[in-house]
């Protein structure tokens, strides 16, 4: 296990289209956070999972987003009828417990949203 | 609410010479601090980071930040920067929960 992955690393849809993002943690840890970036900007919280469970979401996080982590392993970021606000780099990021470890981050999605 | 203020959006220098990146933070509880680095197309890696203890820590790359709660800042430091340093800084902080809430960035550019 190398570290966080994400996949697709780069999508181009229409607006309106629906989107899912992948991301794969580091295979021991509990934590699983959500981040967007846009240009110029620091990552914002999303939303994050413990185990299998979504603790916590950001106001951010609209109606058409949604996020799973089915068995407590990979997660998903789904976007429904996308809109070109929503074009931005969503990171991923996985630890191991609060304040103890650091939170490893994935390479990003960058999605674009024509 | 916590908030971090990163104090220089772009910090040109020239190779070898010394950097500063300032970091404020706001938070009502204790917190813990980090600086993180993105390098073009990449996702965030982890510089350095205060927990506790000893308020001054520093990277493996010859990086620096203190800690200083009077003033809660966090500053990041390098006596000699190189142009490898080129890249985005950010300071974040995390209270309970877990997350972390970043500046807006700090982007250092080393010119020969």
């Known amino acids: 296990d190398t570290g966080v992955s994400q996949n697709p690393r780069h999508k181009i849809t229409k607006r309106g289209q629906n989107v899912t993002f992948r991301c794969d943690p580091i295979s021991e840890h509990n934590r699983l956070y959500w981040y967007r970036q846009t240009l110029g900007q620091g990552p914002e919280f999303l939303t994050y999972?413990?185990?299998?469970?979504?603790?916590?979401k950001s106001r951010l996080l609209s109606d058409r987003f949604s996020a799973e982590r089915p068995k407590g392993s990979f997660s998903t970021l789904e976007i429904q009828r996308t809109e070109q606000g929503d074009s931005a780099m969503y990171l991923c990021?996985?630890?191991?417990?609060?304040?103890?470890?650091?939170?490893?981050f994935g390479q990003g999605t960058r999605l674009t949203v024509v | 609410a916590q908030s971090v203020t990163q104090l220089d959006s772009q910090v040109p220098v020239f190779e070898e010479a010394p950097v500063e990146l300032r970091c404020n933070y706001s938070s009502s509880v204790s917190v813990y601090l980090f600086w993180y680095v993105q390098y073009p197309n990449q996702g965030l890696q982890l510089l350095l980071k205060y927990l506790s203890g000893s308020t001054l820590v520093e990277s493996i790359n010859g990086f620096e930040a203190e800690f200083n709660k009077s003033q809660t800042s966090f500053h990041l430091r390098k006596p000699s920067v190189h142009i490898s340093d080129t890249a985005e800084y950010f300071c974040?902080?995390?209270?309970?929960?877990?997350?972390?809430?970043f500046g807006e960035g700090t982007q250092l550019t080393v010119n020969p």
């Open positions: 974040a902080l995390e209270t309970s929960g877990s997350r972390l809430t």
């Open positions: 990021a996985s630890s191991s417990r609060t304040g103890e470890t650091e939170a490893f």
């Open positions: 999972f413990q185990n299998e469970a979504q603790l916590e």
